[in-house]
């Protein structure tokens, strides 16, 4: 006898039982509505975290998960064998222990790791890192289930009419495919961007060899960014997050290489009117020559000048970063809300 098994169907609530079915299409029916249901959730929840949701705002969502994956795993446990073929009910339950698996303990690790992904390049590259393997891991759960029930199907001579799951297949592939590209082009960015926050922070210090090193490392990963971009797959004939990445690269360039300068020669100025200021001063006014007026003031008219020529630069490259950084967080978001499907 030919079965007919239509996979749209499976949101459905079924009353199928797999304790008494004799018929593999409603044996089929009450296990993959179940994995099916948490195959879509899965991919809600992955889905708001990569539309830039962080893990933390949506762990309710995933307690949630990790009570249905096990109740559906503990349903699929009482299930009997089907005609004493155990393997397509163990593939079920072992679809649910790797979700849940990649639920308590990946996603766990993922929380954590966020909480300081920001913190250098090798912490976020290893957050990012973190998020694939577990994306990998379901994929892979996917599609031995996937194996599974087509093998199911084939020996118990069940037509499946696909529908739904082959529409969630065709989603998470196209999303896996743009956040690869995402990542491969954010992690080229942050290297940039965290190695000009240490920058900053040594020019805050007043520090001038911290601030030579980390001009000279500014350059280098520029350097380095600009060939990764080159290399770079398009995806889709898209170029609008790679242009937006070296427009922004080519701003912490001409920081590193010329508006740093700038700076130095303030902090050198001013280090050489404290110099002249403290000898000045240092002498009575009766004991002060012309030529020591003279130097004086000159110091004073150089500083001065550093100082405007400083705050003027300092002002321009704020706005101009700024303007950058705007402009490449519109470019991610517009590159991933036109690419990566939205809907269930």
Same mark, same amino acid.
């Given at each position: 006898m030919k079965y007919i098994f239509t996979?749209?169907?499976?949101?459905?609530?079924?009353? &199928? @039982?797999?304790?008494?079915?004799?018929?593999?299409?409603?044996?089929?029916? =009450? =296990?993959?509505?179940?994995?099916?249901?948490i195959q879509k959730d899965m991919?809600?929840?992955?889905? @708001?975290? &990569?539309?830039? +949701? @962080?893990?933390? +705002?949506?762990?309710?969502?995933?307690?949630?998960?990790?009570?249905?994956t096990s109740s559906a795993k503990n349903k699929a446990k009482r299930a009997k064998a089907f005609k004493e073929n155990e393997r397509y009910r163990d593939s079920v339950i072992h679809y649910f222990e790797l979700i849940?698996?990649?639920?308590?303990? #990946?996603?766990?690790?993922?929380?954590?790791?966020?909480?300081?992904?920001?913190? @250098?390049?090798?912490?976020?590259?290893?957050?990012?890192m973190a998020r694939d393997m577990a994306s990998d891991k379901m994929k892979e759960a996917g599609e031995m289930i996937n194996r599974e029930h087509?093998? =199911?199907?084939?020996?118990?001579?069940?037509?499946?009419?696909?529908?739904?799951?082959?529409?969630? #297949?065709?989603?998470?592939?196209?999303? /896996?495919?743009?956040?690869?590209?995402? /990542?491969?082009?954010y992690l080229i960015f942050f290297k940039s961007y965290k190695q000009e926050m240490y920058l900053l922070e040594a020019i805050g210090n007043n520090d001038i060899n911290a601030i030579e090193q980390n001009r000279n490392a500014l350059i280098s990963t520029v350097e380095e960014g600009m060939v990764k971009l080159k290399e770079v797959t398009l995806y889709e004939g898209d170029k609008s997050m790679i242009e937006a990445t070296r427009n922004l690269l080519k701003f912490y360039q +001409?920081?590193?290489?010329?508006?740093? #300068?700038?700076i130095l020669e303030y902090f050198e100025a001013k280090e050489n009117f404290a110099k002249i200021q403290k000898a000045f001063e240092a002498k009575k006014e009766k004991n002060r020559?012309?030529?020591?007026?003279d130097t004086f003031n000159g110091a004073a008219n150089s500083v001065n000048d550093a100082v405007n020529a400083y705050n003027t630069g300092n002002e321009t490259s704020n706005k101009e970063r700024g303007t950058k950084i705007d402009g490449w967080n519109r470019a991610a978001e517009k590159f991933t809300g036109k690419h990566v499907p939205r809907g269930k």
């Amino acid at each position: 006898m030919k079965y007919i098994f239509t996979l749209a169907a499976l949101v459905l609530a079924l009353n &199928s @039982s797999a304790q008494s079915s004799t018929n593999p299409g409603e044996y089929m029916d =009450f =296990f993959s509505v179940e994995y099916l249901q948490i195959q879509k959730d899965m991919w809600d929840y992955t889905r @708001s975290v &990569s539309h830039g +949701k @962080s893990a933390r +705002k949506v762990e309710k969502r995933r307690a949630e998960l990790i009570q249905t994956t096990s109740s559906a795993k503990n349903k699929a446990k009482r299930a009997k064998a089907f005609k004493e073929n155990e393997r397509y009910r163990d593939s079920v339950i072992h679809y649910f222990e790797l979700i849940e698996i990649v639920l308590r303990e #990946d996603y766990a690790k993922i929380l954590d790791m966020e909480a300081i992904a920001e913190q @250098s390049y090798d912490a976020m590259e290893a957050y990012m890192m973190a998020r694939d393997m577990a994306s990998d891991k379901m994929k892979e759960a996917g599609e031995m289930i996937n194996r599974e029930h087509k093998a =199911f199907a084939e020996e118990n001579d069940v037509t499946i009419i696909e529908g739904e799951d082959t529409k969630l #297949d065709q989603k998470m592939g196209i999303a /896996n495919k743009v956040y690869d590209h995402y /990542n491969e082009i954010y992690l080229i960015f942050f290297k940039s961007y965290k190695q000009e926050m240490y920058l900053l922070e040594a020019i805050g210090n007043n520090d001038i060899n911290a601030i030579e090193q980390n001009r000279n490392a500014l350059i280098s990963t520029v350097e380095e960014g600009m060939v990764k971009l080159k290399e770079v797959t398009l995806y889709e004939g898209d170029k609008s997050m790679i242009e937006a990445t070296r427009n922004l690269l080519k701003f912490y360039q +001409k920081e590193a290489e010329k508006d740093v #300068d700038v700076i130095l020669e303030y902090f050198e100025a001013k280090e050489n009117f404290a110099k002249i200021q403290k000898a000045f001063e240092a002498k009575k006014e009766k004991n002060r020559t012309q030529e020591d007026v003279d130097t004086f003031n000159g110091a004073a008219n150089s500083v001065n000048d550093a100082v405007n020529a400083y705050n003027t630069g300092n002002e321009t490259s704020n706005k101009e970063r700024g303007t950058k950084i705007d402009g490449w967080n519109r470019a991610a978001e517009k590159f991933t809300g036109k690419h990566v499907p939205r809907g269930k």
